[in-house]
């Protein structure tokens, strides 16, 4: 690994800082913004585009750190539903929160910070050890980290594809502006937990090559110890490296009886390193969270168009490149690692799974590395196309920016509007988090949808239903709460919150043309806390 990092010259470390600068303002935009445009009396909520639902979940687990909790639960459900979870990452965060003062918001913030560059140096490392020439390198790493493909240009083709063949009940939108983990500008524009475990994938994956290469076991360890922490909090993510490798172990038995007996030491010891982690999911996944999180997971793949759009020119390399791999016109080093990498990941993102999109993350990485090779050929015989900076500026946003630019300005018109997406009032805030200190840990709040998904990330208080996802059986509970709100009968609202055992009900005059009804009238609930247009009624 030390020589590794000492053939990269300083040269390219100054060209890897600029890209890491730029990198970080660019994601950082819409941030700034969102604290420069809040209007009087409103606070940021924290999220991006990519975010909206998810962010309080986050949230909920920091702010349970904070409350001094170390295993979390899923505020999300009942009591009833819910199972400690240990989530070695997100506890981290918490206890910094915890013993610093920071919010929960600010905390993800700083981490999205500090882990970006250290994502960006394994990268580095990364297209170092499998990419000899330093330009090529270089060109890949810009691709990797700034760039996406051309969804932005093959979205109105999409649109017309849907429309005409009327194609119902999937994800359509181009992966390079729907799918945060499948690119790693995204992924660091997204949450410091993404970023981490594509760190993570990345090290192992790295240190796997290098034993393999070097038939140094004792690179089992880190590479052991890196897996039993990115099972622990991101078991998809550990899925994709667990099986690219199985991957290359099979193929190994087939052709490389001594590389497959050396990979089944280095595994085994690994193994036994991440096994903790793996019977601790054991326990885990008969508990109607995890069974969730696989089976009801709103992260199927999206449509195979969606896939190439977003991978733009990038596929269309990758197989070129092969090609002239194949006619012995290049050489591509370590090309049965990367072969296996491509097919196990194209096996893994089509499985029949409902969480088949996580699979897309670090995807790009191997098709940007096979690419670069015959991208490079291709610039060489073309340098027109890169002959001034400006064309080449402009061509490379053409060709690889464009969703990226355009996920940005989204993000910043949604600050520009300053509405319920990206700010909340503070006296919502405020009446949020009076919640804590009214309702216990384990009871039952019934809220509307959109105020029930922020209170476990502000007050660390449970909801009956607020996530698609991380409600147990969400459907029947969302059609339960609208029935509640709706249903002009006191009986019958009282059955509802019998039945699902609910404590609290709390109102927000924000949404009272949802409420049929007014819960001030209502003999079954007594008012035990108002502040400006929020009312929370105990269930008698």
């Given at each position: 690994m030390k020589d590794l990092i000492k053939s990269i010259t300083k040269s390219e470390w100054k060209f890897w800082a600029k890209v890491v600068i730029a990198v970080l303002i660019l994601t950082s935009l819409s941030r700034i913004?969102?604290?420069?445009?809040?209007?009087?009396?409103?606070?940021?909520?924290?999220?991006?585009?990519?975010?909206?639902?998810?962010?309080?979940?986050?949230?909920?687990?920091?702010?349970?750190a904070r409350d001094g909790k170390y295993l979390f639960e899923d505020l999300y459900t009942s009591k009833a539903e819910s199972r400690p979870m240990l989530n070695l990452f997100w506890l981290a965060l918490g206890l910094v929160a915890r013993f610093t003062g920071l919010s929960a918001n600010l905390t993800i913030e700083i981490f999205r910070i500090i882990l970006a560059p250290l994502l960006l140096f394994i990268l580095y490392l990364f297209l170092a050890f499998l990419i000899k020439n330093a330009l090529q390198r270089k060109a890949a790493f810009l691709i990797a980290v700034l760039g996406g493909g051309m969804?932005?240009?093959?979205?109105?083709?999409?649109?017309?594809?849907?429309?005409?063949?009327?194609?119902?009940?999937?994800?359509?939108?181009?992966?390079?502006?729907?799918?945060?983990?499948?690119f790693v500008f995204t992924t660091i524009y997204y949450s410091p937990h993404f970023i981490f475990?594509?760190?993570?994938?990345?090290?192992?994956?790295?240190?796997?090559?290098?034993?393999?290469?070097?038939?140094?076991?004792?690179?089992?360890?880190?590479?052991?110890?890196?897996?039993?922490?990115?099972?622990?909090?991101?078991?998809?993510?550990?899925?994709?490296?667990f099986f690219i490798l199985l991957a290359y172990f099979i193929f190994s038995l087939w052709k490389d009886g001594k590389t497959a007996a050396f990979?089944?030491?280095?595994f085994f010891i690994a193994g036994l390193l991440s096994l903790p982690?793996?019977?601790?999911?054991?326990?885990?996944?008969?508990?109607?969270?995890?069974?969730?999180?696989?089976?009801?997971?709103?992260?199927?793949?999206?449509?195979?168009?969606?896939?190439?759009?977003?991978?733009?020119?990038?596929?269309?390399?990758a197989v070129y490149s092969l090609w002239l791999?194949?006619?012995?016109?290049?050489?591509?080093?370590?090309?049965?690692?990367?072969?296996?990498?491509?097919?196990?990941?194209?096996?893994?993102?089509?499985?029949?799974?409902?969480?088949?999109?996580r699979f897309l993350e670090g995807y790009q990485i191997v098709l940007i590395i096979l690419a670069s090779y015959s991208l490079s050929l291709y610039l060489q015989k073309h340098r027109r196309l890169i002959s001034g900076k400006i064309f080449t500026g402009i061509l490379f946003i053409i060709f690889f920016c464009l969703s990226f630019?355009?996920?940005?300005?989204?993000?910043?018109?949604n600050i520009f509007l300053k509405g319920n997406l990206v700010y909340i009032k503070k006296e919502t805030a405020i009446a949020l988090k009076e919640l804590k200190s009214r309702v216990s840990a384990d009871e039952l709040i019934l809220a509307d949808i959109y105020n029930a998904n922020m209170i476990p990330g502000i007050a660390a208080r449970r909801v009956f239903v607020g996530h698609g996802v991380e409600t147990i059986d969400y459907k029947r509970k969302y059609d339960?709460?609208?029935?509640?709100?709706?249903?002009?009968?006191?009986?019958?609202?009282?059955?509802?919150?019998?039945?699902?055992?609910?404590?609290?009900?709390?109102?927000?005059?924000?949404?009272?043309?949802?409420?049929?009804?007014?819960p001030g009238e209502d003999d079954g609930l007594k008012k035990i806390y108002e502040k400006g247009g929020y009312k929370l009624y105990k269930v008698k």
């Open positions: 913004f969102l604290v420069i445009w809040t209007p009087d009396g409103f606070t940021p909520r924290g999220n991006i585009i990519y975010s909206f639902v998810d962010r309080h979940v986050y949230l909920s687990y920091i702010e349970q969804g932005l240009v093959f979205l109105p083709i999409l649109y017309f594809i849907i429309v005409v063949f009327n194609l119902k009940g999937g994800r359509f939108l181009p992966i390079d502006i729907d799918n945060s983990e499948a475990s594509t760190f993570l994938f990345l090290s192992v994956i790295l240190l796997s090559f290098l034993a393999v290469e070097k038939k140094k076991i004792s690179y089992s360890i880190p590479a052991g110890l890196m897996s039993a922490v990115l099972l622990n909090f991101h078991p998809f993510t550990f899925f994709i490296l990979l089944l030491k280095y982690s793996a019977l601790y999911h054991l326990y885990m996944f008969n508990a109607p969270w995890w069974q969730n999180q696989i089976w009801r997971s709103t992260t199927v793949t999206p449509f195979w168009l969606s896939i190439l759009a977003g991978y733009g020119i990038l596929s269309i390399f791999s194949f006619k012995k016109k290049i050489e591509i080093k370590n090309e049965k690692l990367l072969l296996c990498w491509l097919l196990s990941g194209a096996v893994l993102i089509f499985l029949p799974i409902s969480v088949q999109g630019v355009f996920v940005i300005y989204l993000d910043i018109h339960t709460l609208i029935e509640y709100m709706v249903s002009p009968s006191g009986d019958a609202r009282q059955e509802i919150l019998k039945q699902n055992s609910i404590d609290y009900v709390l109102y927000d005059s924000q949404w009272k043309d949802e409420w049929k009804w007014d």
